[in-house]
């Protein structure tokens, strides 16, 4: 197996500082939440960030502040989000993409959010594709539906996304795939040969489907954009809490963490 990839989810776009307390909000807060989490075994963070009073923003200017404040303490890679939030622009989604950060997410489709819509209509599938083509900034391919690996693979016919594939399993989203084993293993069948893939459950399938990739030879992601709890009704301490715990249950089951240059390797990012 693989070493584990463990991505660090610390901010998001939906949850506040009312839900979480200790959510993570400036550049300052952001690195240091960042540097804690790779220090507890996360070689990747997946990086929304937000304005002064919490709302989200795709602000290019923002981005460009965190990913300073970030790289100053620490050598994890960087995965902006091209998600952003539900309702923004693909404009205003894309800003991140030309600072050339290491990677990037491609939500492969349409999808219910809850009450919302996060629309990913097929010509901004290909749009985004080319963006991260043209920056140079690897993809990980957010898959909040079976069929959304259909569409991730007609980007690569395209060549628009060159191999390694690398696929994240977005369960338990109101409106998308249920978190549950048998979906996760479901679409891990349904991947192009020698893809790899990691698992985001939401809520207290962050914990679960994490320990369960651990055991399939796929990779995980935790943190507060999809979970707030440590356990049920008590909130966690600190996205690397949750990082922490995750690198716990891989020792115990003697699976390796890999380190961010590790991780680079396995997602075939050039080492710079
Ligand atoms: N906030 C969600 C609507 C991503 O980061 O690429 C989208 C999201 C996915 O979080
Ligand atoms: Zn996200």
């Given at each position: 197996?693989?070493p584990?990839?463990?991505?660090?989810a610390?901010?998001?776009?939906?949850v506040?500082?009312e839900?979480?307390?200790?959510?993570?909000?400036?550049?300052?807060?952001?690195a240091?939440?960042?540097?804690?989490?790779?220090?507890?075994?996360?070689?990747i963070v997946h990086?929304h960030v937000r304005?002064e009073d919490?709302?989200?923003?795709?602000?290019r200017e923002?981005?460009?502040?965190?990913?300073?404040?970030i790289r100053?303490?620490?050598?994890v890679i960087?995965q902006?989000?091209t998600?952003g939030a539900?309702?923004m622009?693909?404009?205003?989604r894309l800003?991140p993409?030309s600072?050339?950060p290491e990677?990037?997410?491609l939500?492969?489709?349409t999808v219910?959010?809850g009450?919302q819509?996060?629309?990913?209509a097929p010509?901004?599938?290909?749009?985004?594709?080319?963006?991260l083509?043209?920056?140079?900034?690897?993809?990980?391919f957010?898959?909040f539906d079976?069929?959304?690996?259909?569409?991730?693979m007609?980007l690569a016919k395209?060549?628009?996304?060159t191999?390694?594939?690398?696929f994240?399993?977005?369960?338990?989203v109101?409106?998308a795939l249920p978190?549950?084993?048998?979906?996760l293993?479901?679409?891990?069948?349904?991947?192009?040969?020698?893809?790899?893939?990691?698992?985001?459950g939401?809520?207290?399938h962050?914990?679960?489907?994490g320990?369960?990739?651990?055991?399939?030879?796929?990779?995980?992601r935790?943190?507060f954009?999809d979970?707030i709890?440590?356990?049920?009704?008590?909130?966690?301490?600190s996205n690397?809490?949750?990082?922490?715990?995750m690198?716990?249950?891989?020792?115990?089951?003697?699976?390796?963490?890999?380190?961010?240059?590790?991780?680079?390797?396995?997602?075939g990012?050039?080492?710079?």
């Open positions: 197996m693989q584990l990839i463990i991505t660090a610390m901010v998001g776009a939906e506040t500082r839900d979480q307390p200790h959510l993570p909000i400036t550049a300052e807060e952001i240091t939440a960042a540097a804690a989490c790779r220090d507890a075994g996360a070689s990086l304005n919490g709302t989200p923003t795709q602000s923002k981005f460009a502040e965190a990913i300073e404040a100053a303490k620490t050598d960087i902006v989000s998600g539900v309702g622009t693909a404009d205003e800003q993409v600072l050339r990677m990037a997410t939500t492969c489709g219910n959010f009450q819509v996060f629309m990913n010509a901004d599938l290909i749009r985004f594709a080319q963006e083509q043209m920056y140079n900034v690897r993809p990980e957010e898959i079976a069929g959304m690996i259909q569409n991730a007609q395209a060549g628009l996304v191999p390694p594939f690398h994240d399993f977005v369960l338990g109101p409106g978190a549950g084993a048998k979906n293993l479901f679409l891990t069948e349904l991947l192009p040969a020698g893809a790899s893939w990691s698992v985001a939401m809520g207290r962050q914990l679960s489907l320990a369960l990739a651990i055991v399939l030879g796929g990779h995980v935790v943190g954009e979970n709890y440590y356990r049920k009704g008590e909130l966690a301490e690397a809490q949750l990082v922490e715990r690198a716990r249950i891989a020792a115990e089951l003697e699976r390796p963490l890999a380190t961010p240059d590790e991780a680079r390797q396995i997602l990012i050039a080492i710079r």
